[in-house]
């Protein structure tokens, strides 16, 4: 099968392709379709996700992606083609007084994003607003408010970037909206999710980020579903902290809403890559009804909106270290070099390095750095007393992060840098528990389990 | 409730440590317990594994650890202080000639450590041949011939004894056993079984990596029902490649057997925290039985025991550098500085880094480095076409290791590049399939699940 040319008939192939050349139909056009039974429907011509045959996928009027077997066409009629490739109105928002507020932060990400037609790469492009009036079925659930803070990929996140956000919503939080949700990338969202969660104090309501894995031109975009769960979680969830509410599984019909502090982006295409490590996620979402997984949440209405407040600050200074076998230890040298004032070190098993580590992290101790142990099998305990390795590191002066995940314990270690606390207090409060980030007992049932 | 001194009744308080106080017998005596039916019962008492007043632990003249509840024991017997402290008898192993010859290597870990009483520490003690009279029931499976290559703990695991390690197997298995056995710690296990799996070319039988997640003397430890199944799977498994046996669940009655190129140890502390990521693992053996996951596999007998060798060799300068928001870009400059030849990258969902990254990365790439794009999230595929910064990492010279495992890049990269190979070897290489450490498609039920 010959493939055509991305801007010409981007995935088409075979019979799909025969069609809609022979009704000279590039992709972006508004296009009508006559069925077999004489039905007609009139729509935008989408790129195909991958090379097909048999179906044509096409945008409806309404918003929604749908494909159609070529089987069952009888014609496809060119209309126009687009000015603009794909653009859905700016159009104002609604407001109907009995519904919730729920406020709609866009910080950029694959759900934001549509596919250059002229490369087939995918690049930032929707505000919210777009998105949300993409979405009319929010419109039942809550009033929409919307903002746009970043447009950016989130592999481009940065530190500065969670300040900015944290402060953002502490502000908006304060006009008294029943609920936040936050669009973000799915590449770095754990990571935000957990800034988030340290840096805001006194939440009231929920704060939701989601994402979508297939941007929201896409047909098949897992972008819809998402935001309406997290919207129904924003604006009728109990569980007043910073989440994550991504697909539960492989269809659209439920969501898992989880800790921001608790979870890990592990898988990199599939719609349910968000998975709680080591607890329960907080709450499941199934049509509509939300089943609560975890008794132990900070409660909506706890704070009033006037008790928020954003203690947005972070030390660059940190570094999170994956060790292996072979590893340099003059890494740890490199980072004491350059003045880091904290090492987060993701040890094999219950927190150990190799004993060539020992000399570099005992002049990283001599001259002041805080080196804080968790464990890269994810799942279970840092225990530096069980063998002689973790009792020689403990001796050195390493802290154990137990419980915490370690791209966690890096955000919270960073947070917590950014103050101006002594050394003891940092240490104290890395090891106390401040937003359900550590997990001393892991539930026997939520090793590779979320359900 | 006082703790008594590690030297004295280690881990014993309350009833029990009244118990043996009473009878003054310290840990690591033999004693004779009269239960309250009369019936007696010699053993060594051994340290209890945490505060216990119920319960005392008792090593029994057959190898097994048992725990007594002290209401059921009207009184103990002192009978001597044991000259050394825990000593199974380095007996002549038997010879029967119907059964298959296994080869047991011991190269250290928990599996081979006791607890040093002095300290509560656990060091490694035991020689293999030790561990195998320790579990009588592999005899009635295998001759057992034992070898023990190193003393380590697994943390301490280096690319030169992978090397010394690979040599030893292929020159043993020479020799004609039906099998082989090698008891490891798990902390850097699944680093060993995959450089292995490179480094042994042609093998006619199974190679089999084990460990224990409790040391050997202590109550409730995991290492007899893994070297079992380990045994037993080397004798009578039908896949010649090198793999990893681990406890299946919490239980002792089964284990999965895992590829070593795909397996990853996801928990600290479990028994069962060997997992096979992103495909099914090779096979499950319960109660003596082995049921196959997989159908392509080498099998057994493919090679004759005079086809197999070992190409073992390891380029050091090689490195794994998991990428986070944040991280400093000088690291990369940092290894090009320190002339490594080649870097695993494990970024964020399809393989992406932050934009700060770039430059680094394009300095290496002109300087000779290799740059290879693993991802973080374990599941899923790299894919450097999808996104506008895949698109830009890949002009600049990145190549997508998709469908393998973070380290099992690292520990490929590092082999290939210990050849005389050209940089397009290399690259061509590291993308072709050769110990089905790569997945292209994973099944869709092997997320987050094993069975």
């Not at 429907?41 to 309404?62: F, H, Q, S």
């Not at 029943?178 to 800034?195: E, N, Y």
């Not at 350059?338 to 001259?367: C, D, F, M, N």
Request: net charge positive; aromatic share 10%.
């Amino acid at each position: 099968m010959v493939r055509f040319l991305l801007d010409d008939l981007e995935g088409y192939v075979g019979k799909a392709a025969d069609f809609l050349r022979k009704a000279k139909v590039p992709i972006w056009s508004r296009i009508l379709i006559v069925f077999n039974d004489g039905t007609k429907l009139e729509g935008m011509l989408l790129p195909a996700p991958r090379d097909t045959d048999e179906y044509i996928y096409v945008k409806l009027n309404n918003g929604y992606n749908i494909a159609f077997s070529v089987n069952k066409i009888r014609e496809i009629v060119f209309i126009a083609k687009e000015e603009v490739k794909y653009k859905i109105p700016e159009r104002e928002l609604l407001h109907k007084p009995t519904l919730p507020n729920i406020l709609l932060i866009g910080a950029g990400g694959t759900i934001a994003s549509r596919v250059e037609y002229t490369t087939g790469a995918v690049k930032p492009a929707f505000s919210p607003t777009e998105l949300a009036n993409s979405i009319p079925e929010i419109f039942s659930i809550a009033n929409i408010t919307t903002i746009t803070l970043f447009n950016i990929f989130s592999e481009d996140m940065q530190p500065k970037y969670w300040i900015e956000m944290a402060k953002r919503v502490a502000k908006e939080l304060r006009s008294g909206y029943t609920g936040v949700v936050i669009t973000h990338g799915t590449d770095t969202m754990q990571f935000s999710a957990a800034a988030l969660s340290f840096m805001l104090n006194n939440l009231p309501v929920p704060v939701v980020f989601t994402g979508a894995q297939r941007s929201s031109d896409r047909p098949a975009s897992d972008a819809a579903s998402n935001v309406i769960n997290s919207v129904l979680f924003a604006a009728h969830g109990e569980v007043a902290e910073v989440l994550v509410c991504m697909h539960a599984n492989l269809d659209d019909t439920s969501a898992l809403v989880h800790r921001g502090v608790r979870v890990r982006k592990m898988h990199s295409s599939r719609r349910d890559a968000f998975r709680t490590i080591g607890d329960h996620p907080v709450a499941y979402i199934r049509d509509g009804k939300i089943r609560y997984l975890k008794k132990d949440y900070q409660r909506r209405g706890l704070y009033s909106h006037s008790d928020v407040y954003a203690d947005a600050t972070f030390e660059e200074k940190v570094a999170l270290l994956y060790v292996f076998p072979g590893i340099n230890p003059e890494i740890i040298d490199f980072l004491i070099d350059k003045k880091y004032r904290g090492i987060i070190i993701a040890g094999t098993g219950l927190g150990h390095v190799p004993e060539t580590l020992l000399r570099p992290i005992q002049r990283g101790v001599e001259e002041g750095i805080l080196f804080f142990m968790a464990t890269q099998c994810l799942w279970g305990p840092v225990n530096l007393n069980v063998y002689e390795r973790g009792r020689v590191l403990r001796k050195l002066g390493v802290i154990p992060a137990d419980g915490m995940l370690p791209e966690v314990a890096y955000v919270k270690l960073g947070w917590l840098l950014g103050h101006d606390y002594t050394k003891e207090q940092v240490i104290t409060l890395m090891q106390t528990n401040l937003r359900y980030e550590i997990v001393k007992k892991e539930p026997l049932n939520a090793f590779f389990s979320n359900l």
